[in-house]
Protein backbone atom coordinates (compact mmCIF):
# COMPACT_ATOMS: atom_id res chain seq x y z
CA UNK A 1 0.00 0.00 0.00
CA UNK A 2 1.63 3.71 -0.75
CA UNK A 3 2.49 6.06 1.94
CA UNK A 4 1.91 9.60 2.33
CA UNK A 5 4.52 12.09 3.98
CA UNK A 6 4.69 14.36 6.46
CA UNK A 7 7.38 16.67 8.07
CA UNK A 8 7.41 15.91 11.21
CA UNK A 9 7.03 19.22 12.69
CA UNK A 10 6.35 22.82 11.77
CA UNK A 11 6.26 26.16 14.14
CA UNK A 12 4.82 29.33 13.16
CA UNK A 13 4.07 32.69 14.72
CA UNK A 14 1.19 34.09 16.43
CA UNK A 15 -1.03 35.54 13.88
CA UNK A 16 1.14 34.13 11.04
CA UNK A 17 0.20 31.68 8.20
CA UNK A 18 1.77 28.32 7.93
CA UNK A 19 1.29 25.39 5.76
CA UNK A 20 1.51 21.83 5.67
CA UNK A 21 2.00 19.21 3.29
CA UNK A 22 1.13 15.57 2.36
CA UNK A 23 3.18 13.80 -0.28
CA UNK A 24 2.36 10.55 -1.66
CA UNK A 25 1.22 8.48 -5.39
CA UNK A 26 -2.28 7.98 -3.62
CA UNK A 27 -3.18 11.63 -4.19
CA UNK A 28 -2.58 11.52 -7.65
CA UNK A 29 -6.35 9.62 -7.37
CA UNK A 30 -7.69 10.88 -4.24
CA UNK A 31 -8.23 13.77 -2.26
CA UNK A 32 -6.45 14.20 1.17
CA UNK A 33 -8.01 15.24 4.31
CA UNK A 34 -7.25 16.95 7.38
CA UNK A 35 -7.29 16.64 11.19
CA UNK A 36 -6.59 17.79 14.19
CA UNK A 37 -5.43 15.59 16.86
CA UNK A 38 -4.59 17.40 20.53
CA UNK A 39 -3.20 15.53 23.09
CA UNK A 40 -5.74 13.01 24.98
CA UNK A 41 -8.55 13.41 22.53
CA UNK A 42 -9.56 12.14 19.22
CA UNK A 43 -8.64 13.43 16.12
CA UNK A 44 -11.28 16.58 14.53
CA UNK A 45 -11.93 16.48 10.76
CA UNK A 46 -10.74 20.10 9.66
CA UNK A 47 -10.63 20.07 5.72
CA UNK A 48 -12.25 17.42 3.53
CA UNK A 49 -12.53 17.41 -0.24
CA UNK A 50 -11.74 20.30 -2.52
CA UNK A 51 -11.46 22.97 0.45
CA UNK A 52 -14.62 22.21 2.77
CA UNK A 53 -14.69 22.77 6.17
CA UNK A 54 -17.43 21.04 8.94
CA UNK A 55 -19.54 23.09 10.93
CA UNK A 56 -17.36 24.92 13.80
CA UNK A 57 -14.42 24.52 11.42
CA UNK A 58 -12.77 28.34 11.22
CA UNK A 59 -12.28 29.63 7.89
CA UNK A 60 -8.40 29.89 8.73
CA UNK A 61 -8.20 26.23 7.98
CA UNK A 62 -8.38 25.79 3.82
CA UNK A 63 -7.26 22.77 1.87
CA UNK A 64 -5.46 22.17 -1.52
CA UNK A 65 -4.84 19.27 -3.99
CA UNK A 66 -2.47 19.38 -6.89
CA UNK A 67 -0.78 16.11 -8.30
CA UNK A 68 0.80 13.95 -5.70
CA UNK A 69 0.82 16.52 -2.82
CA UNK A 70 -2.07 17.81 -0.61
CA UNK A 71 -1.56 21.09 1.25
CA UNK A 72 -3.32 22.46 5.01
CA UNK A 73 -3.26 26.02 5.08
CA UNK A 74 -3.67 27.93 8.21
CA UNK A 75 -3.83 31.78 7.60
CA UNK A 76 -3.39 33.96 10.72
CA UNK A 77 -2.63 30.70 13.68
CA UNK A 78 -3.81 31.29 16.67
CA UNK A 79 -2.48 29.63 19.55
CA UNK A 80 -5.58 27.00 20.04
CA UNK A 81 -4.66 25.73 16.39
CA UNK A 82 -1.71 23.87 18.31
CA UNK A 83 -1.51 19.88 17.82
CA UNK A 84 -0.35 16.95 15.58
CA UNK A 85 -2.50 17.43 12.00
CA UNK A 86 -2.86 14.28 9.75
CA UNK A 87 -3.29 13.89 6.16
CA UNK A 88 -5.79 10.84 5.25
CA UNK A 89 -6.01 9.08 1.40
CA UNK A 90 -7.14 6.05 0.26
CA UNK A 91 -5.49 4.27 -2.16
CA UNK A 92 -7.81 3.16 -5.20
CA UNK A 93 -4.88 0.15 -6.15
CA UNK A 94 -6.12 -1.75 -3.04
CA UNK A 95 -8.46 0.13 -1.08
CA UNK A 96 -6.96 1.10 2.10
CA UNK A 97 -6.95 3.84 3.93
CA UNK A 98 -3.69 5.36 4.64
CA UNK A 99 -2.50 8.47 6.69
CA UNK A 100 0.17 10.51 7.31
CA UNK A 101 3.27 10.48 9.77
CA UNK A 102 1.77 13.67 11.39
CA UNK A 103 2.85 17.24 11.37
CA UNK A 104 3.09 18.59 15.13
CA UNK A 105 2.55 22.07 14.96
CA UNK A 106 3.85 24.74 17.12
CA UNK A 107 2.30 27.94 17.93
CA UNK A 108 5.33 30.72 18.72
CA UNK B 1 -26.89 14.52 16.83
CA UNK B 2 -24.84 11.98 15.42
CA UNK B 3 -22.12 10.70 17.76
CA UNK B 4 -20.12 7.50 18.69
CA UNK B 5 -20.16 6.61 22.10
CA UNK B 6 -17.02 3.77 22.96
CA UNK B 7 -16.47 1.68 25.94
CA UNK B 8 -14.43 1.98 28.55
CA UNK B 9 -10.75 1.56 28.94
CA UNK B 10 -9.71 -2.18 29.50
CA UNK B 11 -6.59 -3.88 31.24
CA UNK B 12 -6.09 -7.21 29.87
CA UNK B 13 -3.52 -9.99 30.13
CA UNK B 14 -1.62 -11.09 27.70
CA UNK B 15 -3.19 -14.37 26.20
CA UNK B 16 -6.87 -13.12 26.91
CA UNK B 17 -9.90 -12.19 24.68
CA UNK B 18 -11.07 -8.75 24.30
CA UNK B 19 -14.36 -7.20 22.82
CA UNK B 20 -14.41 -3.31 22.35
CA UNK B 21 -17.38 -1.25 21.54
CA UNK B 22 -18.62 1.69 19.41
CA UNK B 23 -22.45 2.60 19.71
CA UNK B 24 -23.72 4.72 17.39
CA UNK B 25 -26.24 7.40 17.19
CA UNK B 26 -28.65 10.09 15.27
CA UNK B 27 -28.15 8.53 11.92
CA UNK B 28 -28.94 5.11 9.64
CA UNK B 29 -26.18 2.80 10.85
CA UNK B 30 -26.76 0.25 7.93
CA UNK B 31 -26.03 2.85 5.75
CA UNK B 32 -22.67 4.03 6.46
CA UNK B 33 -19.18 2.38 6.61
CA UNK B 34 -17.45 2.25 10.12
CA UNK B 35 -14.00 1.73 11.25
CA UNK B 36 -11.37 1.21 13.92
CA UNK B 37 -7.61 3.55 14.32
CA UNK B 38 -5.17 2.59 16.15
CA UNK B 39 -2.95 4.63 18.20
CA UNK B 40 0.23 3.15 20.13
CA UNK B 41 1.08 5.62 22.91
CA UNK B 42 3.49 8.74 21.71
CA UNK B 43 2.60 7.35 17.86
CA UNK B 44 0.70 8.10 14.58
CA UNK B 45 -2.74 6.91 13.48
CA UNK B 46 -2.86 3.75 11.46
CA UNK B 47 -6.35 2.82 10.09
CA UNK B 48 -7.10 -1.15 10.79
CA UNK B 49 -10.78 -1.70 9.13
CA UNK B 50 -13.72 -1.18 8.11
CA UNK B 51 -17.35 -2.83 8.25
CA UNK B 52 -20.28 -2.13 6.37
CA UNK B 53 -23.83 -2.96 9.21
CA UNK B 54 -25.86 -2.99 6.16
CA UNK B 55 -24.08 -6.23 4.70
CA UNK B 56 -21.38 -7.06 7.38
CA UNK B 57 -19.06 -6.54 4.42
CA UNK B 58 -15.66 -5.92 6.05
CA UNK B 59 -12.11 -4.83 5.10
CA UNK B 60 -8.80 -5.01 7.06
CA UNK B 61 -5.69 -3.27 6.55
CA UNK B 62 -2.96 -5.80 5.69
CA UNK B 63 -1.49 -4.56 8.98
CA UNK B 64 -3.94 -6.08 11.29
CA UNK B 65 -5.67 -8.82 9.13
CA UNK B 66 -5.74 -12.05 10.75
CA UNK B 67 -4.78 -10.21 14.41
CA UNK B 68 -8.54 -8.77 14.63
CA UNK B 69 -11.90 -8.95 14.03
CA UNK B 70 -14.12 -6.21 13.26
CA UNK B 71 -17.77 -6.78 13.12
CA UNK B 72 -21.48 -4.95 13.39
CA UNK B 73 -24.93 -5.52 14.77
CA UNK B 74 -27.48 -4.04 13.48
CA UNK B 75 -30.02 -4.74 15.78
CA UNK B 76 -27.73 -2.33 18.51
CA UNK B 77 -26.18 -0.10 16.49
CA UNK B 78 -23.10 -1.34 17.50
CA UNK B 79 -19.30 -1.95 15.86
CA UNK B 80 -16.97 -3.94 18.00
CA UNK B 81 -13.58 -4.81 17.68
CA UNK B 82 -12.07 -8.18 18.83
CA UNK B 83 -8.88 -9.76 19.67
CA UNK B 84 -8.92 -13.40 20.24
CA UNK B 85 -5.53 -13.61 21.89
CA UNK B 86 -3.84 -10.16 23.29
CA UNK B 87 -0.07 -9.12 22.50
CA UNK B 88 1.55 -6.48 24.56
CA UNK B 89 2.10 -4.97 21.47
CA UNK B 90 -1.52 -4.29 21.55
CA UNK B 91 -1.47 -1.70 23.83
CA UNK B 92 -2.88 1.19 22.27
CA UNK B 93 -5.90 3.43 22.40
CA UNK B 94 -8.17 2.93 19.80
CA UNK B 95 -10.84 5.00 17.73
CA UNK B 96 -13.55 3.94 15.83
CA UNK B 97 -15.30 6.86 13.22
CA UNK B 98 -17.80 6.81 10.65
CA UNK B 99 -16.22 6.65 7.31
CA UNK B 100 -17.80 8.29 4.22
CA UNK B 101 -16.92 9.00 0.49
CA UNK B 102 -17.66 12.01 -1.63
CA UNK B 103 -16.26 13.11 -4.68
CA UNK B 104 -15.12 16.55 -6.08
CA UNK B 105 -16.87 18.94 -9.17
CA UNK B 106 -13.74 18.15 -10.86
CA UNK B 107 -14.26 14.42 -10.65
CA UNK B 108 -11.70 13.04 -7.50
CA UNK B 109 -12.81 11.14 -5.17
CA UNK B 110 -12.56 11.95 -1.48
CA UNK B 111 -12.72 9.81 1.64
CA UNK B 112 -13.03 10.68 5.13
CA UNK B 113 -13.93 10.31 8.79
CA UNK B 114 -16.74 12.77 9.64
CA UNK B 115 -17.54 11.43 13.02
CA UNK B 116 -15.33 9.77 15.97
CA UNK B 117 -15.24 8.00 19.12
CA UNK B 118 -13.63 9.35 21.84
CA UNK B 119 -11.37 6.86 22.27
CA UNK B 120 -10.96 3.37 23.88
CA UNK B 121 -7.61 2.61 26.07
CA UNK B 122 -6.37 -1.10 25.54
CA UNK B 123 -3.55 -1.53 28.08
CA UNK B 124 -1.58 -5.34 27.95
CA UNK B 125 0.62 -6.59 30.42
CA UNK B 126 1.43 -9.65 33.15
Known amino acids: SSELTQDPSVSVALGQTVKITCQGD??????ATWYQQKPGQAPVLVIY???NRPSGIPDRFSGSNSGDTASLTITGAQAEDEGDYYC???????????FGSGTKVTVL | EVQLVQSGPELKKPGESLNISCQASGYKFNKYWIGWVRQLPGKGLEWMGV????????RYSPSFQGQVTISADRSTNTAYLQWSSLKASATAMYFC???????????????????WGKGTTVIVSS
Open chain 1, 88 to 98: VSRDTIDNQYV
Open chain 1, 49 to 51: GED
Open chain 1, 26 to 31: SLRNCY
Open chain 2, 51 to 58: VYPGDSDT
Open chain 2, 97 to 115: ARHRRGVTTNRFDYYYMDV
